[in-house]
């Protein structure tokens, strides 16, 4: 019988990551600890006469290392494998496989996954080939004709943003609740924080949650450059994320996936789980301002901030008996672009108001590149793991500050700290904030 209650406490139990600076939890955080970059020249595809031609791509990744039997998904796109990979690792640290009493039914899904890799030779092949050059149109029959014999079946349908759902389903015999997200560079920081929601109402008693995305490919890294948002520096690719440096010009294009396990307290204590860390709030918001262009004085995250805060029961205003500020540390969206770093900064000083001085924040995109729909997920688990080790992941790059950024972004070395409860800000195109808390488990 579910039992539905807004005072249900959720914690993480396991957590795994697959990204540009590796491919498990502990010697990834280690690398940004020492203040690695994962950028370099884009691979994947000939880049050479594109505006940006770097990126922080995933390395030597493997997916029959994570999964029980890699031939059934043999068809799986590059999403779908980062999931798989960073999946099994949280699932396996959670211990959910030796759990005799699971009932899956009550294990859903929330997922804030990307589409998969479009086929793009053959796709653009297949345009050509259709191409009637007479009436200066495409003749549909000859295009579907082309298509159908260079075209994978499968591959289009990992196209497809649920299909990642699928494969973790199938991989983990789970039944329960099973949604996903796609909203921008927000999707996996709101895929937690509707997977805490389900479970804190009762809805379900255990969530994998997270996010997966590549578009370092041909669309996604012309999209971009279309819309000014990468970065185009010509230097050292590894000197090209600079968020909040007053020389910054746009974020590096990332890959890979982070995944999480939720689960209500009850339910972790009584299998004799170790609860890594506790969600206290979430906080979503929409800007309702423009397309790509967030709100100029920071509202959208505000709101978003503020939610999340009051959720928890945190006033941003206020001091704690030892006098720190209510929050020990932001993971700052923190994308490079010369809108979103200044806006982020005037959100955070709305909200905490003279408190926000004494709260570092932090970009890992400067040495991670920007994961897209996978972003808000990794950036989270650097709060569990802030919160573990008492160590503040850095900014790197932090060469020139900018005058009208005057907040402690934790410039390009890691840095030891009290650190008990942290806010992870993740804010979308088209105005969509997404906002968690999380504190130590106690």
């Known amino acids: 019988m579910t039992t539905s209650s807004n005072s249900r406490r959720v914690v993480v139990t396991g957590m795994g990551w697959i990204t540009p600076l590796g491919h498990d939890v502990d010697s990834v955080w280690q690398r940004l600890m020492r203040s690695e970059s994962g950028m370099g020249p884009i691979t994947r595809f000939d880049a ?53 009493a699971l009932n899956r039914k009550r294990i859903g899904l929330y997922l804030g996954a ?5 086929d793009f030779e053959n796709y653009a092949a297949s345009n050509l080939a259709g191409w009637d050059d007479a009436n200066k149109k495409i003749d549909g029959v000859r295009w579907a004709a082309y298509a159908h014999q260079a075209m994978d079946r499968m591959r289009e349908v990992e196209q497809e943003p649920n299909m990642p759902l699928a494969h973790l389903a199938r991989e983990f015999g ?26 804190k109402r009762g809805d379900a008693d255990v969530m994998l949650s997270g996010g997966t995305h590549t578009m370092i490919h041909v669309l996604g890294v012309t999209g971009f450059n279309r819309l000014t948002a990468l970065s185009t520096s010509k230097g050292d690719p590894t000197k090209a994320s600079r968020p909040f440096d007053a020389t910054r010009d746009g974020f590096v294009m990332g890959e890979g996936s982070g995944m999480i396990v939720l689960e209500s307290l009850d339910h972790a204590l009584a299998r004799g789980a170790k609860p890594l860390a506790e969600i206290a709030g979430y906080g979503s918001s929409a800007d309702a301002f423009r397309i790509t262009d967030i ?10 901030m503020g939610q999340a805060l009051a959720q928890a029961g945190i006033d941003p205003l206020a001091r704690r008996s030892d006098g720190r500020a209510a929050i020990d540390y932001i993971s700052a969206h923190g994308t490079g672009t010369k809108e979103n770093d200044s806006i982020e900064t005037r959100g ?23 994961l897209i729909a996978a972003a808000g997920a990794v950036e989270f688990m650097t709060c569990v793991l802030a919160i573990r080790d008492g160590m503040l992941p850095p900014t790197i790059n932090y060469e020139t500050p900018d005058p009208a950024l005057d907040l402690d972004y934790v410039p390009n070395k890691a840095r030891a700290a009290k650190v008990d409860v942290c806010l992870s800000n993740s804010f979308g195109f088209g105005g969509q904030n997404d906002t968690l808390v999380v504190k130590r488990y106690a």
């Not at 990307?114 to 479009?118: C, F, L, P, R």
Request: hydrophobic content about 40%; proline content about 3%; aromatic content about 8%.
């Open 48 to 100: 050479r006469t594109f505006p940006t031609t770097f990126a922080a791509q995933v390395k030597d990744y493997d997916m029959s290392r994570f999964v029980k039997d890699a031939s059934v998904h043999a068809s799986a796109g590059l999403n779908s494998q980062f999931a798989l990979g960073a999946a099994s690792q949280a699932w396996r640290q959670s211990g959910l496989d030796g759990y005799a």
């Open 114 to 118: 990307g589409e998969g890799v479009i």
């Open 174 to 199: 789970v039944r329960g609740p099973a949604l996903n997200c796609l909203t921008a560079c927000a999707a996996s920081t709101q895929a937690i924080g509707e997977a805490f929601s389900l479970i």
């Open 295 to 304: 709100h100029p004085e920071g509202r959208g995250g505000a709101a978003s």
């Open 348 to 370: 955070v000083k709305r909200v905490f108001g003279e408190n926000a001085k004494d709260i570092p924040m932090s970009s890992i995109k400067s040495m991670m590149g920007h």
